[in-house]
T-cell receptor, first 115, second 114 residues
Framework: EAQVTQNPRYLITVTGKKLTVTCSQNMNHEYMSWYRQDPGLGLRQIYYSMNVEVTDKGDVPEGYKVSRKEKRNFPLILESPSPNQTSLYFC??????????????FGSGTRLTVV | DQQVKQNSPSLSVQEGRISILNCDYTNSMFDYFLWYKKYPAEGPTFLISISSIKDKNEDGRFTVFLNKSAKHLSLHIVPSQPGDSAVYFCAASEYTGTASKLTFGTGTRLQVTL
């Protein structure tokens, strides 16, 4: 089954304790992206990656890092989490842009709480 | 600055009736528009898209209309079913030459009542 897998689904952590949210896709997609969803703000892009070793900032990159060492994996790293990073996070992937827009495939989400 | 706006946070419709969800945008460089549906505890799932060169796209019960002069699009669901109850996100795509960047609206929660 074609899918994007995020782990963990739920995470409660303390301020300053480094954490990583993993994302993996099995569709051989070049493009991967991280979003956060907050009430009243919709989905905002954090970082994206065009391909292996190619990453760039989205609209809200502060406090986050990413890496793309393999095509299938795109982990999101919070080096020193703060309470304002409490949010619902989604990873997404898509094939290269060709023809009509088919949309992204999203993971099931990771609900992060930073206390 | 919100480039994609969904001004109605929620909408309630009776089963069998038409649901109309609206979305406005400000960026003239958007070349595709998409609708996503999201159930609780799941990721958004792609529903339907439309190119900026078209004004209508239909897929079964779902039709998206685009009015470029008004920078407005809408999603029509006919007939509405209880399983359509979800949050709907409007998204707009801008091709930067290397990537298609999606900008999302804030979402509209649709409730289809019996």
């Amino acid at each position: 089954e074609a899918q994007v897998t995020q782990n963990p689904r739920y995470l409660i952590t303390v301020t300053g304790k480094k954490l990583t949210v993993t994302c993996s896709q099995n569709m051989n997609h070049e493009y991967m992206s991280w979003y956060r969803q907050d009430p009243g703000l919709g989905l905002r892009q954090i970082y994206y990656s065009m391909n292996v070793e190619v990453t760039d900032k989205g609209d809200v990159p502060e406090g986050y890092k990413v890496s793309r060492k393999e095509k299938r994996n795109f982990p999101l790293i919070l080096e020193s989490p703060s309470p304002n990073q409490t949010s619902l996070y989604f990873c997404a992937s898509s094939p290269p842009r060709q023809g009509p827009m088919a949309g992204y495939t999203f993971g099931s989400g990771t609900r992060l709480t930073v206390v | 600055d919100q480039q994609v706006k969904q001004n109605s946070p929620s909408l309630s419709v009776q089963e069998g009736r038409i649901s109309i969800l609206n979305c406005d945008y400000t960026n003239s460089m958007f070349d595709y528009f998409l609708w996503y549906k999201k159930y609780p505890a799941e990721g958004p799932t792609f529903l339907i898209s439309i190119s900026s060169i078209k004004d209508k796209n239909e897929d079964g019960r779902f039709t998206v209309f685009l009015n470029k002069s008004a920078k407005h699009l809408s999603l029509h669901i006919v007939p509405s079913q209880p399983g359509d109850s979800a949050v709907y996100f409007c998204a707009a795509s801008e091709y930067t030459g290397t990537a298609s960047k999606l900008t999302f609206g804030t979402g509209t929660r649709l409730q289809v009542t019996l």
